[in-house]
């Protein structure tokens, strides 16, 4: 994990704002998939167009948005057809916590 990389990607309030909504996409987001005849894990996985009506941001914003925070390693994401949908990477956020604790 590149820290620099990271903090670049949670430097910006509506980027941070995205990861912290992630978390819990539940309560922060309306149903995902209802457009797909069956059903699908989505993995706890939002739409682009989901999360850029959250935020207020055009798709193509939020998509460059999205991009940058998968390439830093915090999200994953996954294509579903036409619709990619984003999760958070937990794995990296607990290895991001572990080096704040123990490296900074």
């Not at 914003?61 to 937990?90: F, I, V």
Request: some cysteine; overall charge neutral.
């Amino acid at each position: 994990m590149d820290l620099i990389e990271v903090f670049k990607a949670l430097s910006n309030e509506t980027r941070l704002n995205i990861l912290l909504w992630l978390k819990d996409p539940g309560t922060n987001f309306g149903p995902q998939g209802i457009h797909f005849s069956e059903p699908i894990d989505l993995k706890g996985g939002v739409c682009v167009e989901s999360i850029s009506e959250r935020a207020g941001i055009s798709q193509s914003t939020a998509s460059n948005y999205l991009a940058m925070m998968r390439r830093a390693g915090l999200l994953l994401s996954e294509r579903h057809g036409k619709w990619t949908y984003y999760r958070r990477n937990e794995e990296v956020i607990a290895e991001l916590a572990r080096r704040i604790e123990t490296e900074l």
